[in-house]
């Protein structure tokens, strides 16, 4: 007869504020950020570092020198070198996809107490250099003399110079061809989202948004931040000094956004009629968020209130052109898993 299948929960929870993209995160390491997230959970929380049992991350854009930004973290955090890490990666949903193979560990019997993180600096994704450019440096390197190196040389061209930036690339299926907001085009126009809907939506999400700040609804799972690089100012005649400025809530979040002040932005994406612009889209930001994943008798055991049972949880593909109806077809399949309904 099998096991029974263990109730997974979210036993606590902590984030830093997102930060636009370029903004005051944008000297933060991805590593640094989400290990001091993580050694303020594991502080709050009262755990002790070596009962973990694996640290999960989810970064879709790990830095170059944390290829494993997972285990750079754990070790910046305070974990134990024994306790293992690894990163996981999904357009969109890397965290996602930490919260469900911690789950998905747990239900295998392969612990009983995971960190599950997700991270993203989205300020240092880089600027690459050309293909031609990037052989011109190897024919460079692998010269032997100075005619040679003349010779490589001579096949420099300005045009060489023009980079390749990351994150536009990262953002465009290799499959379709389409970025990702031309794909929001594409099911703009299947389903007839005008748009003054897009534009509707946008607005009310920035103010639900803002309402909830004031409110203080993310007040305990925010860790204000000060940020890598942070400089205060020196006193003048006119100003007093002021202290380096950290961030204590979202700073994405557009408080006395207008419908009239959206409709004077230009579509981004397709001109001149399109209905995508930077105004309805989601922003590029930075932060680090970090989760305890673990069993509901565990939890009760070490005297921490679930936030959350993970009931069901599903992955689905579809056609990459149409990426926005991911979450659609997953959300059915996890519904249908939890014996639930759109309606519950």
């Excluded at 890490?85 to 469900?100: F, H, P």
Aim: glycine letters at 8%; aromatic letters at 4%; charged letters at 25%.
């Amino acid at each position: 007869m099998p096991a029974p299948r263990p109730s997974i929960v979210v036993a606590a929870g902590l984030r830093t504020p997102q930060a636009r993209a370029g903004g005051l995160f944008a000297q933060e390491d991805a590593a640094h950020l989400a290990a001091g997230v993580v050694r303020e959970l594991l502080a709050r929380t009262g755990l002790d570092p070596a009962s973990v049992d694996e640290l999960i991350a989810g970064c879709a854009g790990p830095p170059h020198d944390q290829a494993n930004v997972a285990r750079v973290l754990a070790l910046r955090a305070g974990l134990p070198r024994t306790i293992p890490a690894r990163t996981v990666a999904r357009n969109c949903a890397s965290g996602m996809e930490a919260i469900t193979s911690a789950a998905t560990s747990i239900e295998a019997g392969h612990g009983e107490l995971y960190l599950a993180v997700g991270v993203e600096v989205m300020s240092k994704f880089p600027l690459i250099v050309s293909e031609k450019m990037t052989r011109l440096f190897a024919g460079l390197a692998a010269a032997r003399s100075t005619a040679a190196r003349l010779s490589v040389l001579a096949g420099f061209r300005p045009a060489m110079l023009k980079p390749r930036v990351a994150i536009m690339e990262g953002l465009t299926d290799p499959i379709s061809g389409l970025i990702m907001g031309k794909t929001a085009e594409l099911l703009a126009r299947e389903w007839n989202v005008s748009r003054e809907e897009a534009d509707r939506f946008a607005l009310d999400s920035h103010a639900r948004a803002a309402k909830a700040r004031d409110a203080g609804r993310f007040e305990r799972e925010i860790l204000p931040w000060l940020p890598l690089g942070a400089k205060g100012t020196r006193a003048t005649e006119d100003a007093p000094a002021e202290p380096p400025r950290a961030l204590l809530h979202d700073d994405g979040i557009r408080d006395g956004q207008t419908m009239e002040a959206l409709a004077k932005l230009k579509p981004y994406f397709e001109k001149p009629d399109g209905r995508v612009t930077v105004g309805n889209s989601c922003g590029l930001t930075d932060a680090a968020a970090a989760l305890v994943i673990t069993t509901e008798a565990r939890a009760r055991a070490l005297g921490l209130a679930p936030l959350a049972k993970l009931r069901a949880w599903a992955w689905a593909g579809l056609d990459p052109a149409r990426m926005g109806l991911g979450p659609v077809h997953a959300t059915a399949k996890a519904l249908d898993a939890a014996g639930l309904e759109l309606k519950h």
